[in-house]
């Protein structure tokens, strides 16, 4: 009776956060209203692939980003790292590494980078460069810990730092992610909750924000007073998440359907962003002897991405597992992105 209790809750939670996605459509939009646009850039080819729908399916070190309770499953040393070559020559890393405490623990590690290659200073003077450069980047750095309260119940939680630079500017805050995953034991299926980068504000400060001015004209002796301009401060891109994933098919008893040696999973997850629309993700993951897994994925209420595609090898030898995933997506007017990950077990 629990299991169902859980299902019909998660159930009636995915159909109404349909239900304002088709309503948000027409509403005016929130987008510019938060900083650290790169904490919502997705990580790890396989989650890229399914879409961003995996909230109740991470049990890899990618786990920190998308629900950290879900690390607290990994019974060995594992380590993940992706690569994205995002838009205009910029690159997004991430990298995480996770250790097993005890038999129903983890602690976690991970850092994620967005830079660009330094840029010479033009202006209407120097059109063709003032011999100055610039750059900006983001980096999050986090630990995570995560326990299993029972057999089926997991939470986690991920503490980090962020910051954000941009030439001689930077600002820098604190946020916590928070999440819990749940085995209902009714035909596999799974549920996860996360809510992410609730945290304090970004407030850009340095030393290109000192201006003289003169508070008083008419006095000569107080011209050229060093002052500061003032920025405003800005919030993190909090959300909140809903995801239920189960086996289709699978060798398991519970399946729906057992097929030996074939699995099909389904993966949905609703999203409730600060400053953006409300929005479903979809994927669709198809293993083969547990090694070979083809995926594709579906967004919902985006601008520019809607489909996702991708492939994963993942192979077990002398008790160490290593996995390789690749995601495109597709972002219509703007150029295709590519997804590759790594992954390491010990």
Same mark, same amino acid.
């Given at each position: 009776?629990?299991?169902?209790?859980?299902?019909?809750?998660?159930?009636?939670?995915?159909?109404?956060?349909?239900?304002?996605?088709?309503?948000?459509?027409?509403?005016?939009?929130?987008?510019?209203?938060?900083?650290?646009?790169? $904490?919502?850039?997705?990580?790890?080819?396989?989650?890229?692939?399914?879409?961003?729908?995996?909230?109740?399916?991470?049990?890899?070190?990618?786990?920190?980003?998308?629900?950290?309770?879900?690390?607290? !499953?990994?019974?060995?040393?594992?380590?993940?790292?992706? &690569?994205?070559?995002?838009?205009?020559?910029?690159? &997004?890393?991430?990298?995480?590494?996770?250790?097993?405490?005890?038999?129903?623990?983890?602690?976690?590690?991970?850092?994620?980078?967005?830079?660009?290659?330094?840029?010479?200073?033009?202006?209407?003077?120097?059109?063709?460069?003032?011999?100055?450069?610039?750059?900006?980047?983001?980096?999050?750095?986090?630990?995570?810990?995560? +326990?299993?309260?029972?057999?089926?119940? @997991?939470?986690?939680?991920?503490?980090?730092?962020?910051?954000?630079?941009?030439?001689?500017?930077?600002?820098? +805050?604190?946020?916590?992610?928070?999440?819990?995953?749940?085995?209902?034991?009714? &035909?596999?299926?799974?549920?996860?909750? !996360?809510? +992410?980068?609730?945290?304090?504000?970004?407030?850009?400060?340095?030393?290109?924000?000192?201006?003289?001015?003169?508070?008083?004209?008419?006095?000569?002796?107080?011209?050229?007073?060093?002052?500061?301009?003032?920025?405003?401060?800005?919030?993190?891109?909090?959300?909140?998440?809903?995801?239920?994933?189960?086996? $289709?098919?699978?060798?398991?008893?519970?399946?729906?359907?057992?097929?030996?040696?074939?699995?099909? =999973?389904?993966? =949905?997850?609703?999203? &409730?962003?600060?400053?953006?629309?409300?929005? =479903?993700?979809?994927?669709?993951?198809?293993?083969?002897?547990?090694?070979? @897994?083809?995926?594709?994925?579906?967004?919902?209420?985006?601008?520019?991405?809607?489909?996702?595609?991708?492939?994963?090898?993942?192979?077990?030898?002398?008790?160490?597992?290593?996995?390789?995933?690749?995601?495109?997506?597709?972002?219509?007017?703007?150029?295709?992105?590519?997804?590759?990950?790594?992954?390491?077990?010990?």
């Amino acid at each position: 009776m629990f299991a169902k209790s859980i299902i019909r809750t998660a159930a009636i939670s995915l159909i109404l956060f349909c239900s304002v996605n088709v309503y948000a459509s027409g509403e005016t939009t929130k987008a510019g209203t938060s900083a650290a646009q790169f $904490l919502k850039i997705g990580v790890g080819a396989r989650a890229q692939a399914l879409g961003g729908a995996f909230a109740a399916v991470s049990h890899d070190a990618s786990s920190i980003y998308w629900n950290p309770a879900g690390i607290a !499953s990994i019974d060995e040393i594992t380590w993940s790292g992706s &690569h994205t070559q995002w838009f205009a020559e910029i690159t &997004h890393q991430f990298t995480a590494i996770v250790v097993p405490i005890s038999r129903r623990s983890a602690l976690g590690f991970s850092a994620t980078l967005l830079a660009m290659d330094e840029e010479e200073i033009t202006t209407i003077d120097q059109p063709s460069g003032t011999g100055l450069f610039w750059d900006a980047s983001d980096l999050a750095i986090g630990i995570s810990y995560a +326990t299993q309260l029972t057999d089926r119940f @997991s939470i986690g939680l991920t503490g980090k730092y962020i910051s954000q630079k941009i030439f001689n500017e930077s600002a820098s +805050t604190y946020a916590l992610d928070v999440g819990t995953m749940l085995d209902t034991g009714f &035909h596999g299926v799974v549920i996860g909750m !996360s809510f +992410t980068n609730f945290g304090g504000d970004l407030q850009l400060e340095g030393r290109d924000l000192i201006r003289a001015y003169d508070p008083n004209p008419a006095n000569s002796r107080n011209d050229d007073v060093d002052s500061r301009l003032h920025t405003e401060p800005w919030p993190l891109p909090v959300n909140f998440k809903v995801g239920v994933a189960l086996d $289709l098919i699978g060798n398991e008893a519970d399946n729906f359907f057992q097929m030996k040696n074939h699995r099909l =999973m389904l993966a =949905m997850d609703a999203n &409730h962003p600060n400053d953006a629309a409300e929005n =479903m993700r979809f994927g669709l993951e198809y293993t083969l002897y547990d090694m070979i @897994s083809f995926r594709g994925g579906y967004m919902t209420n985006d601008d520019l991405a809607q489909f996702t595609f991708g492939a994963g090898l993942d192979v077990d030898m002398n008790r160490k597992s290593f996995r390789i995933d690749y995601a495109l997506a597709s972002y219509g007017e703007l150029e295709n992105v590519n997804y590759i990950s790594f992954g390491f077990g010990f």
